[in-house]
């Protein structure tokens, strides 16, 4: 039997090791920035056109390379930093496999300028496809010039997997953020398309946070600093206050290098444990230095994944430092639980009552400690007292005011309102089993429960409605709608809002900015990323414009990674989370009952966008149940 087994030639294993390096632009720029760093450059410039596809280059003013190195760097498992196997458990530097340019060089058409310093001529050297195309002596900068071009020209099945422009560009801004981030001292640019995107000097972490993000964060950061004989920890972390939706400014680095811990990341989390909203993320970057032979950074292509000798040691030092940090800068927020915001944005004017003992109050679900306070509640001096109870008959003074409550349970319960809607044409609604009452049974069978839940009598018991999932859900198919026909209407703000986004956040609303129109947003570039917010959708037209931009984004970032839904379902499903009524706010009885016809007006009334469930029946013989002997 003949022999089967070949040794491939390198231009097919070079397109092999490809496969795993070289996954999209943003890996290009990768691992050229990298090289950058560790050639000891104090300025790196990167130009990108088309997302990365025609054109990555990326340009320093390190040490440079002679005409002999410049050619074998292309070459597999050609590197400068390591020399011996123990070497691997002493790296500093960034790369160390060479692997990169031989990757790259692959999977695309390369060119690279270099000189070193005090070198008179430069060396310019072409390859495509693995095959060296040219080679000739050139006059270039100190430094090292490397463009990309035409990346996955040789192999159309990958290239027909990248995305559209708007994410690829996102995943480089991500790159590159996370390398500026980690080298504040050195000066970077990015240029998309001739457009600048980043400018950043060389400074101090602080000043590089607030230059990748905006000038919001300089308020927010709180710095953070431990030194053990084992570990040192240094960086900012942010305020609870300031958390966000989604995880995407949280960075750890170890040793420079970034990396993706779960692990170190619910240290974090524990840290901050009863300060934040939940399922919110807060703000951090932490700098992590560690000895390197107490870590293994060869678990990954891509670097980005980490053992530690002894993890448990890591994580208490960790969570410690940010308790630390918390308790120094007074992040933690001092609650009063004797005050219950929900009320207070029903108050129209102070009320005076007499003394009396402070009631029980409830605490505060919705976490409007952490915000700062508006000037309508901090005119409400006296607010509490509408809580407190009377003195009692007894010692009530003539004429004086009797008690004002802002809820008046009688008048709703007995005041018979009706509300436009195909329901009240029918005598009983059937849905899910169970028949809703509509008419006047309706209002003495339909009541709140601690500002979460609507119970409603039905035939065969009870139904609890979860007012925010089936809010969620009368939305969603109310902006679903309107995306598919173009039928939005448009509050216009008779005081426009600026608001100033990252350049994450700008890339994802170009991405999402036709869907976003479509929803009924009037919105103008106002230069940079600023963007002018002219008006509103006309059915959130009460809502802070810029919040309710700023949510509609950070939700998209969490939906964005669904690749089952469209781009239609994704703004509509995102806009609807941000903008559903919370628990904690206080209902009328007309309320109540326009979001139980407008539910059952549904085409899937039973479960939220997200697959929760919105109400749940408890029938009369589980009721019977619970009061058998």
């Known amino acids: 039997m003949a022999d089967i087994i070949r040794l491939l030639p390198d231009a097919i294993a070079n397109q092999i090791a490809a496969g795993e390096v070289v996954q999209r632009p943003a890996s290009i720029v990768k691992e050229l920035m990298e090289n950058s760093i560790d050639a000891g450059s104090s300025r790196v410039q990167v130009l990108i056109r088309e997302a990365g596809k025609v054109l990555v280059q990326v340009i320093d003013n390190g040490k440079g390379m002679s005409e002999t190195d410049a050619r074998m760097s292309f070459e597999r498992h050609a590197t400068s930093k390591i020399r011996t196997a123990d070497d691997l458990f002493a790296i500093r530097t960034m790369g160390f496999r060479g692997e990169a340019l031989a990757s790259i060089a692959a999977v695309a058409q390369v060119e690279m300028k270099t000189r070193q310093q005090g070198a008179e001529l430069g060396v310019r050297i072409c390859v495509e496809g693995s095959e060296v195309k040219e080679q000739e002596p050139v006059v270039a900068p100190e430094g090292t010039s490397i463009a990309v071009k035409n990346l996955f020209y040789n192999v159309p099945a990958r290239r027909n997997f990248l995305k559209s422009n708007p994410v690829e560009m996102r995943h480089i801004v991500e790159e590159f953020q996370r390398i500026a981030l980690a080298h504040p001292e050195v000066a970077f640019s990015l240029h998309q398309n001739d457009l600048e995107t980043y400018q950043l000097t060389a400074g101090k972490l602080s000043q590089r946070i607030v230059q990748l993000f905006t000038k919001n964060h300089q308020e927010q950061m709180a710095p953070c600093r431990e030194e053990t004989p084992h570990l040192k920890i240094w960086g900012y972390i942010g305020k609870p206050e300031f958390s966000k939706k989604t995880r995407g400014e949280q960075y750890f680095f170890v040793n420079e290098r970034y990396i993706k811990s779960n692990y170190l990341h619910h240290a974090m989390m524990s840290a901050y444990e009863g300060l934040l909203q939940a399922d919110t993320y807060p703000f951090y970057v932490l700098f992590l230095e560690i000895d390197p032979r107490q870590i293994d950074i060869n678990v990954h292509p891509t670097k980005t994944e980490i053992k530690f000798a002894d993890e448990r040691t890591v994580y208490a030092i960790v969570q410690s430092a940010v308790r630390q940090a918390i308790g120094t800068h007074n992040l933690t927020p001092s609650l009063d639980f004797d005050q219950d915001v929900n009320f207070t944005s029903r108050l129209a004017a102070t009320v005076n009552i007499p003394d009396a003992a402070a009631s029980a109050g409830r605490p505060d679900r919705s976490w409007e400690h952490f915000r700062q306070s508006s000037p309508q509640q901090q005119n409400l001096a006296n607010w509490e ?50 028949v809703y009452e509509t008419g006047t049974d309706l209002q003495q069978s339909v009541f709140q429960l601690h500002g979460r839940y609507i119970i409603c009598q039905v035939k065969s018991g009870m139904m609890f409605i979860d007012q925010e999932a089936a809010h969620q859900r009368i939305l969603y198919e109310k902006f679903l709608k309107q995306l598919q026909h173009g039928s939005a209407a448009s509050q216009q703000s008779l005081f426009p809002q600026q608001l100033q986004l990252s350049r994450q956040d700008m890339e994802l609303f170009q991405e999402y900015e036709e869907e976003i129109r479509s929803l009924g947003f009037e919105l103008s570039h106002f230069g940079g990323d600023s963007l002018v917010i002219q008006g509103v959708p006309a059915d959130l037209a009460g809502a802070d414009s810029q919040r309710l931009l700023e949510g509609l984004l950070e939700q998209l970032k969490h939906h964005r990674t669904d690749i089952s839904l469209g781009k239609r379902e994704q703004t509509a499903r995102a806009l609807a989370q941000r903008a559903a009524l919370r628990w904690g706010q206080r209902l009328e009885l007309t309320e109540m009952r326009s979001l139980i016809d407008q539910l059952f007006a549904c085409q899937t009334p039973a479960y939220t966008p997200d697959g929760r469930q919105t109400f749940r029946l408890l029938e009369l013989d589980k009721v019977a149940e619970l009061f058998k002997q």
Do not use: C, D, H, Y
Not at 413 to 427: P, R
């Open 385 to 434: 007292q509408l809580f407190e109870g009377s003195k009692g008959a007894a010692g009530a003074a003539a004429g004086e005011r009797p008690p004002q409550t802002i809820i008046q349970p009688s008048r709703a319960f007995t005041q018979q309102v009706t509300v436009e809607s195909a329901a009240n044409q029918l005598k009983s609604t059937e849905s899910a089993g169970g």
